[in-house]
């Protein structure tokens, strides 16, 4: 299978813990996105990596979510003190250069539960 | 701000019928609009996708309809099938953004 994977698929933590989630993208994919998705509504973005540089980041992200894409290959999401409000399915996206933004791939995501 | 109005919420079609979903953006500057589908416990998958300097595009059973001028472009689903029931997003990008901005989704159920 040679499309985005992300571990773990579902995540349960208690309020306050820190969680670290992983992507790895398609391997000729150089564009990487993360983004969030709660019940009913569409994916929000989150981050955007080209290579290992991060070039766009949502203004309302809070800065308690950090993310990095060490060497331009797999990518990890990290929340800190996690709040209920974090529950989600975090997705993660790859796409080509050159290829239009909107052409993702997007992984089967992560589905977190703060209790 | 929610700048991709997405309608309806949900649709039920016979099989057979034609779906139609819509979609209506505020951002002038964007510049390409993708389709997505999405299964229970997946990820989105991109379905189709027009930039705006084409009114149409159709892909197999589905067609992309765009309304530059009322800034509006829906997707039609032409002889729906069981297997197409699933939850369709509207997206919209450009401005120079690598970002999309998603619709709320509508929840389509193909019924025998």
């Known amino acids: 299978d040679t499309g985005v994977s992300q571990d773990p698929r579902h995540k349960i933590t208690k309020r306050g813990q820190n969680v670290t989630f992983r992507c790895d993208p398609i391997?000729?994919?150089?564009?990487l996105y993360w983004y969030r998705q709660t019940l009913g509504q569409g994916p929000e973005f989150l981050t955007y990596f080209q290579n290992e540089a991060q070039l766009e980041k949502s203004r309302l992200l809070s800065d308690r979510f950090s993310a990095e894409r060490p060497k331009g290959s797999f990518s990890t999401l990290e929340i800190q003190r996690t709040e209920q409000g974090d529950s989600a399915m975090y997705l993660c996206?790859?796409?080509?250069?050159?290829?239009?933004?909107?052409?993702?791939?997007f992984g089967s995501g992560t589905r977190l539960t703060v209790v | 701000q929610q700048q991709v109005k997405q309608s309806p919420q949900s649709l039920i079609v016979q099989k057979g019928g034609i779906s139609i979903i819509n979609c209506a953006y505020e951002n002038t500057a964007f510049d390409y609009f993708p389709w997505y589908q999405q299964f229970p416990g997946k990820g989105p998958a991109l379905l189709i996708a027009i930039r705006p300097d084409v009114s149409e595009k159709k892909e197999g059973r589905f067609t992309i309809s765009f309304n530059k001028s009322a800034k509006q472009f829906s997707l039609h689903i032409m002889d729906s099938q069981p297997g197409d029931s699933a939850t369709y997003f509207c997206?919209?990008?450009?401005?120079?953004?690598?970002?999309?901005?998603f619709g709320k989704g509508t929840k389509l159920s193909v019924i025998p």
């Open positions: 391997s000729e994919h150089n564009r």
């Open positions: 996206a790859s796409s080509a250069p050159f290829r239009s933004t909107g052409g993702y791939t």
């Open positions: 997206a919209a990008t450009g401005a120079g953004s690598y970002q999309l901005t």
